[in-house]
């Protein structure tokens, strides 16, 4: 009765049960999984409420298949923000980055065809691949003190099958941002690059070897995705864009043809459209409370692994941020422990790290609570 790519494991793990136990009991828990901006005490500008309803054009429906131009000519500002030049013309508005993702697979894959995506990455790509009955190839990423792409490794995942990479920059959870080095290499290889960019503005530091986004690219065809999620640390907006780059011919091609699959969702809401541009000029307000925020929680975690077994693995930007545990229990097992002393973190499997035990925490935590949280899991792993 049902189709194959909407069957998930729905069997809890051993950490669900423990997080639910707990729960049931009442009993508290640092969470140093939190990633929602909008329930971790984040500031936001005043108006931002207020922007919704703005105006009576919230009330008029205008069904444009890449959004309101309005809209797109605020994402194309953020851009030039951001040192590059975009025309309005090659921005998209999807309601969601995940949906970003299933048009950019509907563009590029039929049923059976493969992507390559990085490993260690966020969970949510498995899902989207199988409901676009899209096979995900994983890339394993290279760690010599620092994360970067082995583009070798790439190369030897390729098949008559693959067409497209993905890139996530800076990568969840390991902070990997894609340098110019990398994107030339990539784009070499002849298949479209999508790349999840909505980390983007959190980097600990600047690099000139980073790229700013894929969009450098003059050569190939690339995707960049980004929405309100993460710039404006507003998910519950519902808006985002991709915005299409690379060898204009490939470029025009490409709209054409995705212009047939976002006419057919137009899903993107009117007040977020419309407010869109508001909520790009005042988003700074949050976002630079994100970034206040994970810089002090990137330092006590630095502090608390000094001198520890527990490694803090370099990371680059964005909410997250790895640790590798000592090799005497699973990760899985730590994660239990951690959570018996009153410590919720995730366990490194839930991303496809390698064998060896890690932990991701998150950096968005308020700061009393991480410091707590971080220095109580050192404590019980040393």
């Known amino acids: 009765m049902f189709s194959r790519r909407s069957a998930h494991d729905l069997t809890p793990n051993r950490l669900s049960l423990a997080v639910a136990a707990r729960r049931a009991q009442g009993a508290p828990f640092v969470d140093l999984t939190l990633s929602n901006p ?35 000519a605020a994402v194309s500002a953020l851009w030039r923000e951001r040192g590059l030049e975009v025309p309005l ?45 899209v096979e995900l ?30 890139v996530v920059s800076p990568n969840n959870p390991t902070g990997t941002y894609l340098k110019r ?7 070499a290889l002849g298949l479209p690059l999508v790349s999840d960019e909505v980390f983007g503005d959190y980097a600990f530091g600047e690099d000139p070897r980073r790229a700013r986004s894929v969009l450098e690219a003059a050569s190939g065809l690339v995707l960049a995705l980004d929405g309100l999620s993460k710039a404006a640390a ?9 915005t299409l780059g690379g060898a204009p011919e490939l470029v025009a091609e490409a709209l054409a043809r995705l212009e047939i699959v976002l006419d057919a969702f ?12 508001e909520l790009l000029a005042t988003r700074r307000s949050a976002a630079d409370a994100v970034r206040a925020r994970t810089r002090v929680n990137l330092e006590a975690a630095r502090a608390a692994c000094r001198d520890a077994p527990v490694s803090l693995l370099h990371v680059e930007g964005g909410w ?28 490194g499997y839930f991303f496809d790290f390698p064998d ?7 950096l968005l935590t308020p700061e009393a609570s991480f410091e707590h949280g971080i220095g109580t899991l050192v404590k019980l792993a040393t």
């Open 181 to 187: 080095d990398e994107l030339a290499r990539l784009t």
């Open 89 to 133: 013309e090659r921005v998209a508005l999807t309601a969601s980055t995940s949906e970003a993702y299933s048009f950019a697979f509907k563009l590029f894959c039929d049923p059976g065809d493969q992507v390559l995506v990085p490993a260690p990455s966020y969970p949510l790509l498995e899902h989207l691949g199988a409901l676009e009955s």
């Open 266 to 277: 137009l899903s993107p809401g009117t007040p977020a459209q419309r407010a869109l541009p």
């Open 356 to 362: 060896e035990p890690h932990a991701v925490v998150s």
């Open 137 to 166: 190839v994983p890339y394993r990423l290279g760690y010599d003190g620092a994360w970067f792409i082995d583009v070798n490794e790439v190369r030897a995942r390729v098949t008559e099958r693959s067409r497209a990479i993905v």
């Open 320 to 347: 997250y941020a790895v640790l590798r545990l000592p090799a005497t229990a699973s990760d899985e097992d730590w994660t239990l422990r951690f959570l018996e002393a009153g410590v919720l973190v995730q366990p």
């Open 234 to 242: 507003l998910p519950q907006m519902k808006l985002a864009w991709l």
């Open 38 to 72: 909008t329930r971790a005490g984040i500031p936001y500008a005043p108006n931002v409420a207020s922007a919704l309803a703005r105006t009576d054009e919230v009330l008029r429906y205008e069904p444009e298949p890449f959004g309101l131009a309005t809209a797109r």
